[in-house]
């Protein structure tokens, strides 16, 4: 048997973050009640960082708990 890892080499990111990051910003993107053009995702072992700004505190609550529902994220 053989293993492998699928890294983005320009970032380090494997590809289960690359997809977390991903998914967590299309999430993003499309609520309805988040701005989030200026709200950039990373990923790191399955743990989501957002970092940026939106208008309101609950639209900051609103972005956290959105990226907490998509599956991995830790």
């Given at each position: ?12 990111l ?11 910003g299309?999430?993003?993107?499309f ?27 609950r639209?900051?609550i ?9 599956d991995?994220?830790?």
């Amino acid at each position: 048997r053989y293993a492998f890892a699928m890294n983005d080499e320009a970032t380090g990111l494997n590809f289960r973050d690359l997809t977390l990051k991903e998914e967590v910003g299309e999430a993003l993107a499309f609520h309805e009640d988040i701005d989030a053009s200026q709200v950039e995702v990373d990923a790191r072992a399955g743990v989501v960082t957002l970092s940026g700004t939106v208008d309101s505190e609950r639209e900051k609550i609103e972005a956290a708990e959105c990226a907490g529902d998509i599956d991995g994220v830790i």
